[in-house]
Structure formats: C-alpha cells, structure tokens
C-alpha cells in the first residue's frame, strides 16, 4: 500500500472562488485518480490524473471546471473552479502502485462552498 | 451495465451478531470485487477483495462470498463489534489489456452495531 496525504483536510470558500487541493504519496505509484463524494452519498470518478498529459475525465466532469495536475508520479492537484454550493462535497485522492493493483484512498478534502 | 446494486441501505446488528451485506452486478467483465470500510471523516479504507476464480476469501473475522453465475457477492462480519460501525462499499472494476480499470462502487451501507 501507499500513505496518501491531502492539502487543505477541510475548507469553506465562497461561491465563484476556486481551490486547489494537493495530493502527496509516499512512493512512485502507477496511477492517480480524484474521487467526489457528495454527503451520505458513495464515490463518484471525476478523472485519472496522466502524468505529463492531460487527465482523463469521466462523463459529466470536464477540464474547465476540474483542472488536474500529475508533474510526477507522487503528486497531484485537483482545482476547483468557479465553485457553487453545488459544489460542497469530499474530494479524495486515490492510488494505485502497480497497473494491476487495487485502489488505496487518502483521508478526502472536505469542501463547504457558501 | 457498469451499476453495481448494493443493499441493504443500512443495517443494525447486535455485537456478537453476523453482518451480511450484499451487492450485485451486471457486467461480466467485472474482475475484481473490492469492499472498502470508510469512518465518519476518513477517506475509504481497503478491507477485502476478491477475484471471480474463486468463491469465497477470509481474512479475519471477514468473509467475502462470491457467486458468478448469479453475479453476486457478499461480505459477512462475524462476531460484528461496535468498531466495525462504519459505512461499507461494496465496489467492480475490470482488467484493460493488463491494468486495473475504474471502480464502480455500490451506493455504501451503514453498519451499526449495538453493544
């Protein structure tokens, strides 16, 4: 497994305001994903962070609103821009080390937009 | 095609008792069977998987039963404990040309369990 870490842990922005959250892994993995989760509600995929290419969005998620970032392979930022109450949610990072292997989550950005 | 159904929406146990939650899928393709355990303000934790070439895995006081021809699987908590009060997620993914794809997660269950 890997130790993720997430930048802020919590947040509360006004609305039209953007945040950056930063994800840090303690070792090389192979791929980096962002997850939402919505209160009460289960994780949905917003994209696969690429390292040195653009990320890969799901349906419903697109670039303008959730840029990402992969400089390297322990470390990745997802924007959220133009926020909305709407908005208001957990963001996590999720890894995994090897193309084969399973998902390891980090501890989620908690986001309050206002 | 890519939903994974899973219930019950929440459940209450007495400590001592079996938890048993369960999910279904469509998509045959699915090849990997991970639940994940998630605290209040934590990010989702591993607790188990499996993959469809065998029906059952044990690890402790969890068991994941898994029957492919009837696209289900399960996970049973024995001897449930107030700790493993928790919400549990069931998830699926399948394998592209050597990587693991995207999980598809169930909608999560919410375990109380009773002291």
């Known amino acids: 497994s890997a130790v993720i870490s997430q930048k802020p842990s919590r947040d509360i922005c006004q609305r039209g305001t953007s945040l950056t959250i930063q994800c840090q892994v303690d070792s090389q993995v192979t791929m980096m994903f962002w997850y939402r989760q919505q209160p009460g509600q289960s994780l949905t995929l917003i994209a696969t962070a690429n390292q040195g290419s653009e990320a890969t969005y799901e349906s419903g998620f697109v670039i303008d609103k959730f840029p990402i970032s992969r400089p390297n392979l322990t470390f990745s930022t997802l924007t959220v821009s133009n926020m909305s109450p709407e908005d208001s949610s957990i963001y996590l990072c999720?890894?995994?080390?090897?193309?084969?292997?399973?998902?390891?989550f980090g501890p989620g950005t908690r986001l309050t937009v206002l | 095609q890519q939903q994974v159904k899973q219930s019950p929406q929440s459940l209450i146990v007495q400590k001592g008792g079996i938890s048993i939650i369960n999910c279904a899928y469509e998509?045959?393709?699915?090849?990997?069977f991970p639940w994940y355990q998630q605290f209040p303000g934590k990010g989702p934790a591993l607790l188990i998987a499996?993959?469809?070439?065998?029906s059952e895995k044990k690890e402790g006081r969890f068991t994941i039963s898994f029957n492919k021809s009837a696209k289900q699987f399960s996970l049973h908590i024995m001897d449930s404990q107030p700790g493993d009060s928790a919400t549990y997620f069931c998830?699926?993914?399948?394998?592209?040309?050597?990587?693991?794809?995207?999980?598809?997660f169930g909608k999560g269950t919410k375990l109380s369990v009773k002291p």
């Open positions: 999720s890894v995994a080390v090897a193309f084969a292997d399973t998902q390891y």
């Open positions: 499996i993959r469809p070439d065998v």
């Open positions: 998509n045959t393709a699915f090849d990997y």
């Open positions: 998830a699926a993914s399948m394998n592209y040309g050597g990587s693991q794809g995207n999980l598809i």
